[in-house]
């Protein structure tokens, strides 16, 4: 499934995809699930993890300032804290929103 449009909306990014479905992701939940290596840490060719400790993140990880598309495949958000390597294929992106925490 690929998006038809893709906004950001208040403290969501609003994702509407091609088949007529939407879903809302919190930009904290999309922030904190970075899948970039300085986010979630590198393997080596053994498979060891290796991940920086965590760091509290400002309120300024949370701001959105655009979003770059990445082929056909996937979007890459850049935050206000200069945060920009993160690539969120689609299926990712379904994944975060299927986990988002009812409440």
């Known amino acids: 499934m690929r998006p ?3 906004q950001h909306i208040g403290s969501d990014l609003a994702i509407k995809w091609d088949d007529g479905t939407e879903i809302f992701i919190p930009l904290e939940q999309l922030r904190r699930a970075c899948p970039c290596a300085g986010c979630q840490g590198e393997m080596d060719i053994l498979g060891n993890l ?5 760091q509290p993140l ?3 990880a949370f701001q959105l300032v655009r979003i770059g598309s990445v082929g056909g495949y996937a979007i890459q958000p850049v935050w ?3 945060h920009g390597t993160g690539i969120f294929s689609f299926d990712y992106l379904q994944r975060i929103a ?3 925490p009812s409440g």
């Open 58 to 60: 400002a309120a300024t």
């Open 80 to 82: 206000a804290d200069g």
């Open 4 to 6: 038809a449009d893709i």
């Open 50 to 54: 290796y991940k920086n400790p965590a």
């Open 98 to 100: 299927a986990a988002r």
